[in-house]
């Protein structure tokens, strides 16, 4: 099983760019795609792939690996939740079906949302989770290419900025009473 796995993302390592700079430029396509398409799944259902992409998109698009690697973290776990999700929500959706033929002939209260809604949910949730699959090695590359965030408290601000001399030293606020 694990020499299938590596033969698998060896032929996919073979699509994903090399340098750090195109992978970026994908991952930002694909976040937005997957920020896009968050919109409309939170119809019916709250989750946070909105705010994952937006992650991948800030870790991305200004090329830090600290981000980066948060967000393969919580895309990887995501993907598995939504196979998790589509898997239990497939048989809901035949549920709704039956609720809604017997409702026709009967009246059925029924506090889920009307049928068409739920299938149009469905169908964005299931490019989603393809759009977040094939992501998957692109944000890896992306995430191994990048170089370490300098990220140290020491340092973090450089001595030359003085920002208007707002934190100089022995100053403050004073009121010169003009």
């Given at each position: 099983e694990?020499?299938?796995?590596?033969?698998?993302?060896?032929?996919?390592?073979?699509?994903?760019?090399?340098?750090?700079e195109?992978?970026?430029?994908?991952?930002?396509r694909?976040?937005?795609?997957q920020?896009?398409?968050?919109?409309?799944?939170?119809?019916t259902?709250?989750?946070?792939?909105?705010?994952?992409?937006?992650?991948?998109l800030?870790?991305?698009?200004?090329?830090?690996?600290?981000?980066?690697?948060?967000?393969?973290?919580?895309?990887?776990?995501?993907?598995?939740?939504?196979?998790?999700f589509?898997?239990?929500?497939?048989?809901?959706?035949?549920?709704?079906?039956?609720?809604?033929?017997?409702s026709?002939?009967?009246?059925?209260?029924?506090?889920?949302p009307?049928?068409a809604?739920?299938k149009?949910?469905?169908?964005?949730?299931?490019?989603?989770?393809?759009?977040?699959?094939?992501?998957?090695?692109?944000?890896?590359?992306?995430?191994?290419?990048?170089p370490?965030?300098?990220?140290?408290?020491?340092?973090?601000?450089?001595?030359?900025?003085?920002?208007?001399?707002?934190?100089?030293?022995?100053?403050?606020?004073?009121n010169?009473?003009?």
């Amino acid at each position: 099983e694990v020499i299938l796995f590596s033969n698998i993302m060896d032929y996919v390592n073979r699509y994903v760019p090399d340098d750090a700079e195109a992978t970026g430029v994908w991952t930002v396509r694909f976040c937005s795609a997957q920020f896009a398409l968050s919109l409309f799944t939170t119809l019916t259902r709250p989750d946070a792939n909105a705010a994952l992409a937006l992650l991948g998109l800030y870790g991305a698009f200004y090329q830090k690996k600290d981000p980066s690697r948060l967000y393969f973290v919580f895309l990887c776990m995501s993907v598995l939740l939504d196979l998790v999700f589509l898997v239990q929500y497939s048989g809901r959706i035949t549920g709704l079906e039956i609720v809604e033929q017997q409702s026709q002939q009967y009246t059925v209260a029924s506090y889920d949302p009307p049928l068409a809604t739920t299938k149009f949910v469905m169908s964005m949730s299931v490019i989603q989770f393809l759009i977040k699959a094939v992501s998957v090695p692109f944000v890896f590359k992306l995430m191994n290419n990048l170089p370490e965030d300098d990220l140290g408290v020491q340092g973090a601000i450089p001595k030359s900025a003085n920002f208007g001399g707002a934190f100089s030293s022995g100053g403050g606020y004073q009121n010169t009473g003009e």
